[in-house]
């Protein structure tokens, strides 16, 4: 049961003071949505956002708890919010909702050389986190493509997956302990290294928790050297069979490479690598059109293009199937050399052609360059949206063709593996398509997405590995989880007991 | 032979009483009180095993030592097994939270169940994709680990195997004070050398830090890393390491140890005399400091209670 807005309002404010408290309608509106692609076709299908009743801005953990207390006394619901970077719509406001925005908790509190540990703020920008890490000689070795526009608290909430991870593994991977605020507005920190006899690993309950269980406000991550040699190689591999099997053969020999990533044949001609493709094929021809805008005629032929995906993928796999695999080792120089060599034979072996430093030293050029063409293609009538999976190697190939086949029909779907672990690793697909109407779009949107997850679930493999759940994947929540959702809802039921944290996020409420 | 939905049957009939379920192989006499056997010798089969994502699909009463056995003839391994954990049951050490292999290479054996299945206190069998990582919540499967068999019974899990290494070697160092082998070690670590297992020891006069280091891609040259960066003297003691993997199987209590922390580590040392310091990682270690499981106290075991009970009423 809410009490009156006015009586919250001014219980916030007291909390926060004046100046951090909002409720103007611009910044209802910028806070009306993450970066959840289907938004923005649902804007332009001249669907209304729904507005928080208020955005916060605590600025210590002490007042991000305080606020938990007025909202679970006054029963309005919290939407955390740390860059509005996620994909998935986890950070979108609920009616009559409260976003508590994290981003003046941005202390970098301790830096613990000798342990090589830092404490940090859950509002700290990564890109500036990483920059004083640097100063000190040290990196915490995460770096989403997303760094320059997403927080600490961010990472852990949504389980985010940096583009070393196959070194210094995912965020979860490197979390001592947390300080978070549950549902009793009490500020708490877990137990270092997990349960430790606490009855469960606290810290793997909150990571991923994408909001749904408290506010994370700080943590103490693991950080490592700057490493004090990269070594970059490219492969041309034959087919992306023979690039798994070298990114396997790597993975599960110990070696601890900062990147392994496999572009499928279209994506080697994306990034420039296919040198069988480089003369006006098919894909050359929508490179361009993807690139260089989408004015008149061209736009015309975009739209045709995406609106009949069958052919596009059906040339797709009449093209030369080589695959590039961009290598990068780092570390102290022997280690780093070491395992460049030793990649190096697995890839020889596997059929590569080396291509030298050049597509490894092009990645790391180019490694935050996101497209900020999408804008454009859904002015066109397309749109354009990713989804990441992960598996074991075993069925990777074939969960590839599967979700390839399933989505073909509907959109043009491209992928690259970028996540590599001992037993398995993620695809990445991105997927793009248009039709004539933004109803059609949004169905058409949402058929490729429920055929891309269907196959995943049928395969055996996950949903996710590291965008997280949000509003996008929770119709599949079940169906990864089964009857182990149980274990989501205790923690819920105690974390949580009136359910404010956001509400309807993560799975279907029941 | 029981299968998993005999145990989800088995797990509600109990829960209804409000008696809780306690897996056995055979043996009941290490039951604590108030609680049921099931007895597991009928669910310990190892059900596959995958070469190509080197993954086992294992029943939950199996112990560590068959899981080992079944991966022997694939060339295969769950890496170094310490003597006490052989024979305890996979379902026995994911309740209590095993975390005792002093392994940097292949880390502690529950860090490597990449998918478990469990019977809920309500009869419920769960299912899981096998994946190294996800991004769907919560870590889930880690709300059984450690819980005492409360939040639900393993009945099989899917763990991470490693090709078996071909090429290993023996390296030692000796140290004045247990605090300069213990950053010794983290220092050999930072320099990126992963031992499959390693331990600080006493030796007559010295502290002896000791790895078995194996497969690295250039091994040769990462013991010369090793030794470079751990210092120390020269030392031929590294039989000692037999005992990291066969230390008592007596209860024990955990404490972390900052690395860098001289002081706590010379205090520990002195305390615990027998020094020994497990689940080394980069930014310091699990030691094994005293005798005593550590009591339930906390806040936060508290609420551990409250989901345990959440499930057993659900
Ligand atoms: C161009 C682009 C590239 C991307 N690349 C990557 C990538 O390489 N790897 C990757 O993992 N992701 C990537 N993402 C996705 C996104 O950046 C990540 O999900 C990121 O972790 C979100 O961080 P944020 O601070 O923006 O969180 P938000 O979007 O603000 O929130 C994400 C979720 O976490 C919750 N939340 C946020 N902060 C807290 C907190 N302090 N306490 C509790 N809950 C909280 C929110 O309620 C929401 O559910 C990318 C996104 C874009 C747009």
Redesign the pocket.
């Known amino acids: 049961m809410s009490t009156p807005l006015d009586a919250d309002l001014a219980a916030l404010a007291a909390v926060v003071g004046p100046d951090h408290i909002s409720t103007r309608g611009a910044d209802q509106t910028a806070y009306s949505r993450?970066?959840w692609p289907r938004a923005q076709l649902e804007r332009l299908a001249g669907e209304a956002p729904t507005l928080p009743a208020a955005v916060v801005w605590p600025g210590t953990a002490e007042e991000a708890a305080a606020l938990v207390r007025v909202c679970v006394a006054a029963g309005r619901p919290i939407?955390?919010?740390?860059?509005?970077?996620?994909?998935?719509g986890?950070?979108r406001p609920m009616e009559r909702g409260v976003v508590i925005d994290?981003k003046r908790?941005k202390a970098l509190r301790r830096v613990d050389e000798a342990a090589g540990t830092i404490e940090v703020e859950?509002?700290y920008m990564g890109e500036r986190l990483e920059r004083q890490l640097e100063r000190r000689g040290l990196t915490l070795g995460h770096?989403?493509?997303?760094i320059l526009?997403?927080?600490?608290?961010?990472?852990?909430?949504?389980?985010?997956?940096?583009?070393c991870s196959s070194r210094y593994g995912k965020?979860e991977d490197m979390v001592v302990d947390l300080e978070v605020v549950a549902g009793d507005g009490v500020l708490r920190r877990t137990p270092a290294y997990g349960s430790l006899g606490q009855g469960l690993d606290w810290n793997q309950a909150f990571v991923g928790?994408?909001?749904?269980l408290?506010?994370?406000?700080a943590a103490t991550l693991r950080v490592h050297a700057q490493p004090a040699r990269r070594c970059f190689r490219g492969w041309l591999m034959p087919d992306v069979d023979a690039g798994l099997k070298v990114m396997r053969g790597a993975m599960q020999a110990g070696l601890r490479p900062a990147v392994l990533r496999l572009y499928d044949p279209v994506d080697t001609v994306m990034v420039g690598s296919n040198p069988d493709a480089k003369h006006g094929g098919p894909l050359a021809k929508l490179k361009t059109l993807l690139n260089e805008g989408t004015g008149g005629l061209k736009q015309k032929a975009l739209v045709t293009a995406l609106s009949n995906p069958r052919w596009l993928n059906a040339a797709i796999d009449l093209l030369p199937q080589k695959s590039l695999l961009v290598t990068v080792t780092e570390g102290q120089d022997a280690e780093a050399r070491a395992e460049d060599a030793a990649i190096a034979g697995l890839a020889r072996a596997a059929g590569g052609q080396d291509l030298g430093e050049g597509p490894g030293r092009a990645w790391l050029a180019h490694r935050y360059d996101?497209s900020y063409k999408q804008s454009k293609l859904y002015a066109a009538g397309a749109f354009v949206d990713t989804f990441e999976v992960a598996g074991t190697w075993t069925g990777l190939g074939a969960l590839y063709d599967a979700v390839r086949r399933a989505v073909g029909d509907k959109v043009l779907v491209m992928a690259h593996f970028s996540h590599a672990y001992p037993g398995g690793g993620s695809i990445y697909f991105t997927f793009a398509g248009a039709a004539a109407s933004r109803a059609a779009q949004l169905a058409r949107y949402d058929a490729a997405w429920r055929a891309g997850l269907d196959t995943v679930v049928e395969h055996g493999a996950t949903i996710a590995h590291?965008?997280?759940s949000?509003l996008s994947r929770r119709s599949h929540m079940d169906a990864e989880h089964g009857a182990g959702r149980a274990w989501f809802d205790a923690l819920k039921q105690v974390l949580d007991p009136t359910g404010i944290f956001?509400p309807g996020?993560l799975f279907v409420p029941r | 032979m029981i299968t998993p939905d005999a145990v989800a049957r088995t797990a509600r009939a109990l829960a209804a009483e409000g008696r809780r379920p306690w897996p056995v192989r055979g043996d009941s006499s290490k039951v604590p009180e108030g609680c049921e056997t099931i007895d597991y010798t009928g669910l310990s089969q190892i059900r596959a095993v995958d070469v190509t994502a080197g993954v086992i699909w294992a029943e939950a009463g199996a112990t560590w030592a068959e899981v080992e056995a079944a991966l022997a003839p694939r060339a295969m391994t769950l890496g170094p097994l310490p003597a006490w954990l052989r024979d305890r049951m996979v379902v026995e050490s994911l309740a209590e939270d095993d975390r005792l292999r002093p392994s940097p290479r292949y880390g502690q054996l529950t860090e490597g169940v990449l998918a478990l299945r469990a019977a809920l206190p309500g009869g419920q069998l769960t299912q899981a994709s096998v994946s190294p990582r996800r991004?769907t919540g919560p870590d889930l499967m880690r709300t059984v680990v450690g819980a005492r068999h409360r939040a639900g019974l393993v009945t099989d899990v899917h763990l991470q195997a490693w090709p078996r290494p071909a090429a290993g070697a023996f390296v030692a160092a000796a140290f004045d004070a247990f605090a300069d082998a213990f950053a010794g070690g983290v220092a050999a670590l930072r320099a990126g050398v992963r031992p499959a297992a390693w331990q600080v020891a006493r030796d007559r006069g010295d502290v002896v830090l000791a790895a078995w280091i194996v497969d690295e891609p250039g091994l040769d040259e990462a013991v010369a890393r090793f030794q470079a960066a751990a210092g120390g003297r020269p030392s031929r003691a590294t039989g000692g390491l037999a005992d990291a993997l066969a230390p008592d199987a007596e209860p024990y209590e955990l404490l972390a140890l900052r690395a860098g922390d001289r002081a706590a580590a010379a205090a520990f040392a002195e305390a615990t005399r027998g020094a020994r310091v497990l689940d080394l990682r980069p930014e310091g270690a699990t030691v094994y400091a005293r005798r005593g499981r550590p009591e339930h106290s906390s806040d936060w075991a508290a609420l551990a209670d409250a989901v345990h009970a959440a499930l057993e009423e659900a």
């Open positions: 993450d970066l939407v955390p919010f740390g860059a509005g970077s996620g994909v998935c986890g950070a994290l908790l859950a509002g770096f989403p493509s997303s526009c997403s927080t600490v608290g961010g990472w852990l909430a949504g389980r985010s997956a940096g583009q965020i928790s994408e909001g749904t408290g506010l994370i406000t996101v590291h965008h997280g949000g956001n996020k | 991004a």
